[in-house]
């Protein structure tokens, strides 16, 4: 009789385990994929310093527009979230910062075409190259933050493992969302 209620015992624990095991995975993926969408961003703000002194060369009356940017990028880089804290309202306040830098960003570059030596600059093409790899793997780590959270998120709250998540306090994770007006194709006029 004992055996048997030792056995179950065991059991149970090693049941306990998993439920435990397997959401702490889970959030470590989360927490990594957070990691990263953070390191790309800053690889962005890394760049814009240099960016800025190459444009500020050429279009030194734009001082509004390239402090716009420096601005911004403080503002951006101010707003650092823990993963422990990656709820809706941490990731609104965060998206918003990085939304003034690529706003800023935007308003540097449509600058620039203004000015045909800035265009034909190696130093400002290579920095622009720079930029836009960065903005594509920014695209792909918050895709894979948005996966890794999809997964958690669905793992947490299936039964019986919502049980278990309650009680050993995971909780559920927010996503990046769309930026604002990106459901609505740009107007391209000739």
Known sequence: MKRIAFLALSVAMLSSCSYYNKPVTMQEKVDAAWAQ???QYQRR??????LVETVKGYAKHE????????AARARATQVVISPEKLDEASIRRF???Q??????????????ENYPDLKANQNFLELQAQLEGTENR???????FNDATREYNAY???????????MFGFEKKAYFEAEAGAEKAPEVKF
């Open 138 to 144: 920014i695209a792909v780590e918050r895709r894979t």
């Open 45 to 50: 703000a890394d760049l814009i310093p240099n």
């Open 156 to 166: 947490i709250r299936r039964f019986p493992n919502n049980i278990f998540a309650g």
């Open 99 to 112: 939304g003034e830098v690529t706003s800023a960003l935007g308003r540097l570059m449509a600058i620039a």
């Open 37 to 39: 969408v953070q390191n």
């Open 95 to 97: 998206q918003a910062a």
């Open 63 to 70: 001082a509004q527009t390239l402090e716009g940017v420096v």
